[in-house]
Structures are given as structure tokens and as C-alpha cells.
């Protein structure tokens, strides 16, 4: 399609162009992008009529691109290349390479440990459930498909495997304020997942790959995709990608050593994953085009062991874990249609999208002790969400040359999980709010949005970038997020940025519904109330307010000739975060009778909520230094860098971390192009000290084990990448070299911080044939 709107796809190009560099390595946007994408100067050139061969000097004209565009200059922002991915294939999981990124970690959303070994994307130590995930800019919501429990755990592996690793062309992180514009579920950040394009020539690839672990107790993988694409007639193209992986589970000897019971801690589960998407693109004429998407995924574990809440474990985990069995299973399909339209007044693009997804699992323990241990019987839950979504882009000169942007955006969410709803009152115990009888399993919501964005140029040094969204939701009412983000070149090499934003999290559809009960059996019940009788509940919130969070952050950038350094400041107010009512100090809502006894004639239950805690803090610094060590802008050899500091990461009434996670990560990468053909790269990433919640779940002071923290370690690799030719390119390589390996030492919170496994030394390789 031929752009009418130059400056946007301009801004775009340049936008490539300068971040290619520094990317190469992936490395972080803070220095990879110079400043030119935006109001940078222009003068081009034309033949005169006549025909004489010298060029007439046509009058400057100057370039600036939407705010979109700009927010991903943004200094918390960082770019994955599909080159990178190459260098530094995931065993199985994107999140593999995402976590090499400053500010990234993988953990669970809170500070328990529970399912720690199935850790999810964590942005600016704002916990996984505020990090949004989107393909191709579309959310995805399947992991919202899965129970929350009382800690404000799921357990589920997230949502960034559903696209095969040999299909994605980039990825794309943002932190802090520039992510303010995609609305609920973005207060740490957006993790968006670009998938490659049709092209208008016929090609494809076959990728196998396989990982295999040097000690036998941890799961081997093997996985082979494709890739095709190419044009159908002169205005139709396609695209088509498939993929089958499988990673074996850990075997329960691997952590037998911290065994307090019948099944030791849970090792990493394993996977078996089916996906299959394609695209089609229609270009209805040289400023139109339509693409229709569809897509089905299957995700399925193979069961290691692992429980919520008991760490004896029983015969029946054992049974389960040592039979390979699948304890729960996903399918998702997905559909879109999108309309792109480049015209004499702006841009504009339309996304209707939907998702299904089906969660298949054994059923696991609702109450006390049993909670998340998986018991017998099957259940499926289902969640399905609708998109409607458009924008305009609109270049203006009104006293400044600007691009404004205007949105809108309407989603609906609609869940069955009858299952979830099943836990009963006991002892006789009502529990006001929640139904009687049999429960319904439904509940839904929805959301209308309008934003609107101006990238404004002040002068040709000076960008200012505002906006403005405003939310309505149907279960806690109405948000407003504005947003100021700038950036000012002070040299030629030398860039200042900084942003403010107000990013919120809706409440979501286990915390919300009034029929959602967890049931603590008696010996769960907070520590300054006690049981008094009859038990402690936690009880969906329909009254909840939505988690808000003040992001703000400041950068300086330099960059010049292959060399880059960048160093961020980010400090997150957040407040009314969403927890269960016991066990943070909260009185109960409601102290009900039970059935009186000849030993206990007055039993009371007391009936705790979802609500919204005190405030808290999150803040540090992120930074990447590049250096060229051999040829032009390093092109030969090259040393890339990026460190996270966290200064805070706490609950200001409990002291309380957030999540456990490093103090300080510090990423590093020496590539080397040995020849055309051999390209060689050595990593190192070290990880500071992680220190545990000081309080249990009952709001108790934690002892012994449960205050061991884990100390810092590294962790080193090499990769080589050879093309024989247009056909055929290899790659293989060495994780964790220096076999340094850790241990989950117990099920959830029991050893403090040691609540996941670091696999030992492994070696993979892989081998594409391209067509």
C-alpha cells in the first residue's frame, strides 16, 4: 500500500533504521533509537522539467510521528529482535529471553512462593497480573481463565507461549508511563508480541530444536514449527505458522533432598504445545487494507508435583507426577479482523477481535490445607472476551507541528468456572451475599474507553507528548489515566526523557464475584482474630475500587557512533492493590453463627472480603551501556549491557515486599561475527540477593526457613549461529556453563525465597532449512 501519510511510515522507517544497531544485541530502546524519528530535518531532491541533470533543493519540510511511535522512545522501553531470539533461542517459552531485559523479572504475583517455579513476566516488580500481554497489539486474557486463590496466585504459566518463537519478528517491552494507554492490567508494563508480516514473494521455514539438560532429572525439549508466506493473486497475500513442542517435567528426585513429606517440592512442570495461526491480507486499494487472523493453541503440563498450600504432598501427587499426567489443559482460539486505512487527512486502523479459551483441569482443592492440591474429577472453566477498537491519526499545524490521536476501545469478558464456585459454607454457616443452592459459575463484565494523544513538536528539540483515557467499567466504575511524557535533545548525542502517568487494574472476575468462596477449614484463620468456632472465609468483592498506580520515571541517553549508554530512574506510587482480607489485618465483614454442639455451643464464622490494602511503593533504577569493540558501530565485536536496581519494592503499612525478586540484575552479552557465516555470543547474567516476606499467611511473624533468603549467583552461556547457505542455518550452544544450580527447598513460602529451581547446565541446538 502506498502511504499517504508520509510522516507516520517515515517515522516508522527511521524508527528501524536507528534502532537496528544497537537492537542487534537486544538491548534496551533508552539508547538504541536516536531522536531523529521525530521533528527531524529534511531536504529532498528532484530533476528539474527540462531534463538537465543537476537537482533542485526542494523547500525543508520537517517529520514527526504519532504518539504512539514516540512512547516507544521512551526511556523504559526495550526492543527484541528476531536476530536476538536467534542468538539466544527460548528452551521453550518466550519469557526466556523477555526476562534478559532491564527491569524484567519472573515471579509469581505475590511474595508466597506458591507454583514458584511457574513465574510469569514481572515489570518494575509490579507482579504478572500488571503485566499486560498483547499479539500483534490485541490483549491476551487466557491465563484470566485460571482460579485466583487466596495469596493472589493462579496457577498457570501466563500468556507468553502462545506464539512459536520462530514466528515472532519482534517483541516489544514497555515500562512504566508509556504504558499507560492500553488501559486496565498495564500499571508495570505492556509485553507486545509482534508476529512476522506476508511477504510479497513465496517462502518458508522448518525449524527443529531440541534442549537437553546434563543431569537427567530435569525434562528435555524437543519442538519443530513452520513458516509460510507469499502472495496469492496481486492484492492477496497470506501467512501460516505451526508448532509442536514438548518439555518433559522435572522428575520428583530432582529436589528430594528438602522433602518434609510424602512428594518433595515441586520441580518445573513440563508442556506439550500445539499452535497453528494464519493470516490473511487483502489490500483493497493503495490506502486500504484488511487482514483477517484466526488461530488455535493448545498448552497442556505434565504434572511435577506441585500444590498450593500442603507440603506433605500425598501418594495421589506422586501418582500423578510420576505418570506424566496432565493436570490441566488450555485451548484457545482466536479471531480478528482489521481494517488499515492511510489517507489525505491521517491514519486510521480498526481491530475487532475474539478470544476463547477453555481451561481444562483436574480439580484441585478449594479450602484449607487441600487448596490447589489436584484431587479427582475434571472440570473446564471458559473464558471468552470481545474487542472492538479504532484510532485516528491526525497531522496538524496548530501552532505547533503535531499528530493527534483519537480512540476508542470496548471489551466484554464473560467467564463460566463452576467448579470455582462449588466451596460451601460449613457448620452450618451462611454467608451473606453469596447464593444458596448450587452457585452460578457465570459472571462478566465490560469496559468502554476513549483516549485521545497529541505528539507535539515545541521546537526541533523538543517533543511534548500528552494524553488523556478515560474508562468506564461495569464492576468499579469510572478511571480517568492521564499521561505526560517528554523528551528534550540536549546535544547531538545527548537526550533527556521522562514521563508521568496514572495506569489502573480493573478488579477481575474471581475477586469481584460475591459467589467466589474460599473456606480456611479452621486452622487458616488470621492470627489476631483466631477461629472462633466455625472458620474463616474470603468472599468475592463487588464493591471493589480498581488498583491505581502513579508511575513516573526520568532518563538521560547517549548516543554516538555504536556507543550508547542510558541510565532510568522509576519510582510507582501504588495503591488500593487488591488481596484477600485475612491474614493482612483486616476485621471481618461479617461474624455469622454456625451449628452449636455439646462442645462448642456458640461457634461463630467469620466471613473476610477482597479489599483494597494500603498503599505502596515500588522504585530503582534500570541502565545499558553498548560498546563497539571491533569494526564499524561494532558491527565485528560488540559488548552489550543493561543492569536493574531496585530501591524499594514494599507495602508501606506491612513492610511487606510485593514479590520476591532481585535487588539488583545485571545482564551482559559479548558478540562476536566471526565471519559472514559464524557468529559467536557469550552471556552472563547475575542475580543479587532475594529476600522473603517477614509474615505468613495468617499475618503471623514467619520463623525459621521461611525467612531464608537467596543469595546471589550467575549464570553464564554460549551460543554459535552458522548459515551454510540460503538454505541452511545451525545453532547450538551451552546454558548455565558452570552448571550453577538451585533448588526449590520447599512447596510455597516454607523456605523463604528459595521457592524455585535454577536448571543446571544444558546444551541445545537447532537447525532451519528456509525455502
Same mark, same amino acid.
Given at each position: 500500500?502506498?502511504?499517504?501519510?508520509?510522516?507516520?511510515?517515515?517515522?516508522?522507517?527511521?524508527?528501524?533504521?536507528? !534502532?537496528?544497531?544497537?537492537?542487534?544485541?537486544?538491548?534496551?530502546?533508552?539508547?538504541?533509537?536516536?531522536?531523529?524519528?521525530?521533528?527531524?530535518?529534511?531536504?529532498?531532491?528532484?530533476?528539474?522539467?527540462?531534463?538537465?541533470?543537476?537537482?533542485?533543493?526542494?523547500?525543508?519540510?520537517?517529520?514527526?510521528?504519532?504518539?504512539?511511535?514516540?512512547?516507544?522512545?521512551?526511556?523504559?522501553?526495550?526492543?527484541?529482535?528476531?536476530?536476538?531470539?536467534?542468538?539466544?533461542?527460548?528452551?521453550?517459552?518466550?519469557?526466556?529471553?523477555?526476562?534478559?531485559?532491564?527491569?524484567?523479572?519472573?515471579?509469581?504475583?505475590?511474595?508466597?512462593?506458591? +507454583?514458584?517455579?511457574?513465574?510469569?513476566?514481572?515489570?518494575?516488580?509490579?507482579?504478572?497480573?500488571?503485566?499486560?500481554?498483547?499479539?500483534?497489539?490485541?490483549?491476551?486474557?487466557?491465563?484470566?481463565?485460571?482460579?485466583?486463590?487466596?495469596?493472589?496466585?493462579?496457577?498457570?504459566?501466563?500468556?507468553?507461549?502462545?506464539?512459536?518463537?520462530?514466528?515472532?519478528?519482534?517483541?516489544?517491552?514497555?515500562?512504566?508511563?508509556?504504558?499507560?494507554?492500553?488501559?486496565?492490567?498495564?500499571?508495570? !508494563?505492556?509485553?507486545?508480541?509482534?508476529?512476522?508480516?506476508? #511477504?510479497?514473494?513465496?517462502?518458508?521455514?522448518?525449524?527443529?530444536?531440541?534442549?537437553?539438560?546434563?543431569?537427567?532429572?530435569?525434562?528435555?525439549?524437543?519442538?519443530?514449527? =513452520?513458516?509460510? *508466506?507469499?502472495?496469492?493473486?496481486?492484492?492477496?497475500?497470506?501467512?501460516?505458522? %505451526?508448532?509442536?513442542?514438548? #518439555?518433559?517435567?522435572?522428575?520428583?528426585?530432582?529436589?528430594?533432598?528438602?522433602?518434609?513429606?510424602?512428594?518433595?517440592?515441586?520441580?518445573?512442570? !513440563?508442556?506439550?504445545?500445539?499452535?497453528?495461526?494464519?493470516?490473511?491480507?487483502?489490500?483493497?486499494?493503495?490506502?486500504?487494507?484488511? /487482514?483477517?487472523?484466526?488461530?488455535?493453541?493448545?498448552?497442556?503440563?505434565?504434572?511435577? %508435583?506441585?500444590?498450593?498450600?500442603?507440603?506433605?504432598?500425598?501418594?495421589?501427587?506422586?501418582?500423578?507426577?510420576?505418570?506424566?499426567?496432565?493436570?490441566?489443559?488450555? +485451548?484457545?482460539?482466536?479471531?480478528?479482523?482489521?481494517?488499515?486505512?492511510?489517507?489525505?487527512?491521517? #491514519?486510521?486502523?480498526?481491530?475487532?477481535?475474539?478470544?476463547?479459551?477453555?481451561?481444562?483441569?483436574?480439580?484441585?482443592?478449594?479450602?484449607?490445607?487441600? /487448596?490447589?492440591?489436584?484431587?479427582?474429577?475434571?472440570?473446564?472453566?471458559?473464558?471468552?472476551?470481545?474487542?472492538?477498537?479504532?484510532?485516528?491519526?491526525?497531522?496538524?499545524?496548530?501552532?505547533?507541528?503535531?499528530?493527534?490521536?483519537?480512540?476508542?476501545?470496548?471489551?466484554?469478558?464473560?467467564?463460566?468456572?463452576?467448579?470455582?464456585?462449588?466451596?460451601?459454607?460449613?457448620?452450618?454457616?451462611?454467608?451473606?451475599?453469596?447464593?444458596?443452592?448450587?452457585?452460578?459459575?457465570?459472571?462478566?463484565?465490560?469496559?468502554?474507553?476513549?483516549?485521545?494523544?497529541?505528539?507535539?513538536?515545541?521546537?526541533?528539540?523538543?517533543?511534548?507528548?500528552?494524553?488523556?483515557?478515560?474508562?468506564?467499567?461495569?464492576?468499579?466504575?469510572?478511571?480517568?489515566?492521564?499521561?505526560?511524557?517528554?523528551?528534550?535533545?540536549?546535544?547531538?548525542?545527548?537526550?533527556?526523557?521522562?514521563?508521568?502517568?496514572?495506569?489502573?487494574?480493573?478488579?477481575?472476575?474471581?475477586?469481584?464475584?460475591?459467589?467466589?468462596?474460599?473456606?480456611?477449614?479452621?486452622?487458616?484463620?488470621?492470627?489476631?482474630?483466631?477461629?472462633?468456632?466455625?472458620?474463616?472465609?474470603?468472599?468475592?468483592?463487588?464493591?471493589?475500587?480498581?488498583?491505581?498506580?502513579?508511575?513516573?520515571?526520568?532518563?538521560?541517553?547517549?548516543?554516538?557512533?555504536?556507543?550508547?549508554?542510558?541510565?532510568?530512574? =522509576?519510582?510507582?506510587? +501504588?495503591?488500593?492493590?487488591?488481596?484477600?482480607?485475612?491474614?493482612?489485618?483486616?476485621?471481618?465483614?461479617?461474624?455469622?453463627?454456625?451449628?452449636?454442639?455439646?462442645?462448642?455451643?456458640?461457634?461463630?464464622?467469620?466471613?473476610?472480603?477482597?479489599?483494597?490494602?494500603?498503599?505502596?511503593?515500588?522504585?530503582?533504577?534500570?541502565?545499558?551501556?553498548?560498546?563497539?569493540?571491533?569494526?564499524?558501530? !561494532?558491527?565485528?565485536?560488540?559488548?552489550?549491557?543493561?543492569?536493574?536496581?531496585?530501591?524499594?519494592?514494599?507495602?508501606?503499612?506491612?513492610?511487606?515486599?510485593?514479590?520476591?525478586?532481585?535487588?539488583?540484575?545485571?545482564?551482559?552479552?559479548?558478540?562476536?561475527?566471526?565471519?559472514?557465516?559464524?557468529?559467536?555470543?557469550?552471556?552472563?547474567?547475575?542475580?543479587?540477593?532475594?529476600?522473603?516476606?517477614?509474615?505468613?499467611?495468617?499475618?503471623?511473624?514467619?520463623?525459621?526457613?521461611?525467612?531464608?533468603?537467596?543469595?546471589?549467583?550467575?549464570?553464564?552461556?554460549? *551460543?554459535?549461529? +552458522?548459515?551454510?547457505?540460503?538454505?541452511?542455518? =545451525?545453532? *547450538?550452544?551451552?546454558?548455565?556453563?558452570?552448571?550453577?544450580?538451585?533448588?526449590?527447598?520447599?512447596?510455597?513460602?516454607?523456605?523463604?525465597?528459595?521457592?524455585?529451581?535454577?536448571? %543446571?547446565?544444558?546444551?541445545?541446538?537447532?537447525?532451519?532449512?528456509?525455502?
Amino acid at each position: 500500500m502506498e502511504p499517504k501519510f508520509k510522516p507516520s511510515l517515515l517515522a516508522t522507517a527511521v524508527f528501524l533504521a536507528f !534502532g537496528a544497531p544497537a537492537m542487534a544485541q537486544g538491548q534496551t530502546l533508552e539508547l538504541g533509537i536516536d531522536d531523529v524519528t521525530v521533528g527531524e530535518d529534511r531536504t529532498d531532491s528532484v530533476l528539474p522539467a527540462d531534463g538537465s541533470s543537476e537537482a533542485l533543493q526542494v523547500e525543508e519540510t520537517r517529520v514527526i510521528g504519532t504518539a504512539e511511535q514516540e512512547l516507544k522512545q521512551a526511556p523504559g522501553v526495550s526492543l527484541i529482535t528476531a536476530e536476538d531470539i536467534k542468538k539466544r533461542p527460548p528452551v521453550n517459552d518466550l519469557s526466556d529471553i523477555i526476562r534478559k531485559m532491564p527491569g524484567v523479572n519472573l515471579t509469581g504475583n505475590s511474595a508466597t512462593g506458591q +507454583y514458584g517455579n511457574n513465574r510469569q513476566i514481572d515489570l518494575r516488580g509490579m507482579g504478572p497480573e500488571n503485566t499486560l500481554i498483547l499479539i500483534d497489539g490485541k490483549p491476551v486474557s487466557s491465563r484470566n481463565s485460571v482460579r485466583m486463590g487466596r495469596s493472589g496466585e493462579r496457577n498457570t504459566r501466563g500468556d507468553t507461549n502462545w506464539v512459536p518463537v520462530d514466528a515472532v519478528e519482534r517483541i516489544e517491552v514497555l515500562r512504566g508511563p508509556a504504558a499507560a494507554r492500553y488501559g486496565s492490567g498495564a500499571a508495570g !508494563g505492556v509485553v507486545n508480541i509482534i508476529t512476522k508480516a506476508p #511477504t510479497d514473494k513465496h517462502s518458508g521455514s522448518v525449524t527443529a530444536y531440541t534442549n537437553i539438560p546434563e543431569d537427567s532429572a530435569e525434562g528435555d525439549t524437543r519442538r519443530i514449527g =513452520f513458516s509460510l *508466506t507469499g502472495p496469492i493473486v496481486d492484492s492477496l497475500s497470506y501467512r501460516l505458522y %505451526g508448532n509442536v513442542n514438548k #518439555t518433559d517435567a522435572d522428575d520428583l528426585s530432582l529436589n528430594e533432598e528438602y522433602s518434609a513429606g510424602v512428594t518433595p517440592p515441586a520441580g518445573r512442570e !513440563g508442556v506439550r504445545n500445539k499452535d497453528v495461526n494464519g493470516l490473511l491480507r487483502w489490500d483493497l486499494d493503495p490506502q486500504q487494507t484488511l /487482514e483477517f487472523e484466526g488461530g488455535f493453541s493448545r498448552q497442556g503440563n505434565i504434572y511435577a %508435583g506441585d500444590r498450593g498450600v500442603s507440603s506433605g504432598g500425598s501418594e495421589l501427587l506422586n501418582e500423578l507426577a510420576n505418570s506424566g499426567k496432565e493436570t490441566n489443559t488450555m +485451548y484457545r482460539q482466536s479471531a480478528s479482523i482489521t481494517h488499515r486505512g492511510d489517507w489525505d487527512f491521517g #491514519t486510521s486502523q480498526v481491530v475487532a477481535s475474539y478470544e476463547n479459551t477453555r481451561n481444562r483441569r483436574v480439580n484441585e482443592g478449594l479450602a484449607g490445607s487441600s /487448596e490447589g492440591s489436584p484431587n479427582t474429577g475434571e472440570s473446564v472453566s471458559e473464558l471468552k472476551a470481545y474487542r472492538l477498537a479504532g484510532e485516528v491519526n491526525l497531522p496538524l499545524q496548530f501552532a505547533f507541528e503535531q499528530v493527534l490521536t483519537v480512540g476508542a476501545e470496548a471489551t466484554r469478558d464473560e467467564l463460566d468456572d463452576p467448579y470455582s464456585m462449588s466451596q460451601n459454607a460449613s457448620n452450618g454457616v451462611v454467608v451473606p451475599g453469596a447464593d444458596t443452592g448450587v452457585r452460578s459459575g457465570e459472571t462478566d463484565a465490560d469496559n468502554y474507553a476513549v483516549f485521545v494523544e497529541d505528539n507535539i513538536e515545541l521546537t526541533s528539540r523538543w517533543i511534548l507528548t500528552p494524553g488523556v483515557r478515560f474508562d468506564q467499567h461495569s464492576e468499579f466504575g469510572s478511571n480517568w489515566s492521564p499521561s505526560l511524557n517528554s523528551s528534550y535533545k540536549v546535544t547531538d548525542t545527548v537526550t533527556l526523557k521522562g514521563g508521568v502517568a496514572r495506569a489502573f487494574k480493573a478488579p477481575n472476575l474471581y475477586q469481584s464475584n460475591p459467589n467466589y468462596l474460599y473456606f480456611s477449614m479452621g486452622n487458616g484463620c488470621p492470627i489476631n482474630t483466631g477461629n472462633l468456632g466455625a472458620g474463616c472465609y474470603v468472599q468475592g468483592n463487588d464493591n471493589l475500587d480498581a488498583e491505581t498506580s502513579l508511575n513516573k520515571e526520568l532518563g538521560i541517553a547517549y548516543d554516538n557512533a555504536g556507543w550508547s549508554a542510558g541510565l532510568t530512574y =522509576f519510582h510507582n506510587d +501504588y495503591k488500593n492493590k487488591i488481596v484477600a482480607g485475612m491474614g493482612n489485618g483486616s476485621d471481618p465483614v461479617a461474624v455469622v453463627p454456625g451449628n452449636p454442639t455439646a462442645t462448642n455451643p456458640n461457634p461463630l464464622g467469620q466471613v473476610f472480603q477482597w479489599e483494597n490494602a494500603s498503599k505502596a511503593v515500588v522504585s530503582g533504577w534500570e541502565g545499558n551501556i553498548n560498546v563497539p569493540l571491533l569494526g564499524v558501530e !561494532g558491527e565485528i565485536l560488540s559488548w552489550n549491557n543493561n543492569f536493574t536496581y531496585m530501591i524499594q519494592n514494599i507495602n508501606k503499612e506491612t513492610r511487606e515486599p510485593l514479590s520476591v525478586i532481585p535487588k539488583y540484575t545485571v545482564n551482559s552479552m559479548l558478540d562476536w561475527a566471526v565471519t559472514q557465516s559464524l557468529d559467536l555470543s557469550f552471556s552472563m547474567t547475575h542475580y543479587g540477593k532475594q529476600e522473603p516476606r517477614r509474615l505468613n499467611s495468617q499475618g503471623g511473624q514467619a520463623t525459621d526457613a521461611e525467612l531464608g533468603e537467596r543469595e546471589r549467583y550467575t549464570i553464564f552461556g554460549i *551460543t554459535a549461529n +552458522y548459515e551454510l547457505d540460503e538454505t541452511w542455518r =545451525f545453532t *547450538t550452544g551451552i546454558s548455565n556453563m558452570f552448571d550453577k544450580r538451585l533448588y526449590r527447598e520447599a512447596n510455597s513460602s516454607g523456605a523463604g525465597a528459595n521457592t524455585y529451581n535454577e536448571p %543446571g547446565r544444558a546444551y541445545f541446538a537447532s537447525v532451519t532449512a528456509s525455502f
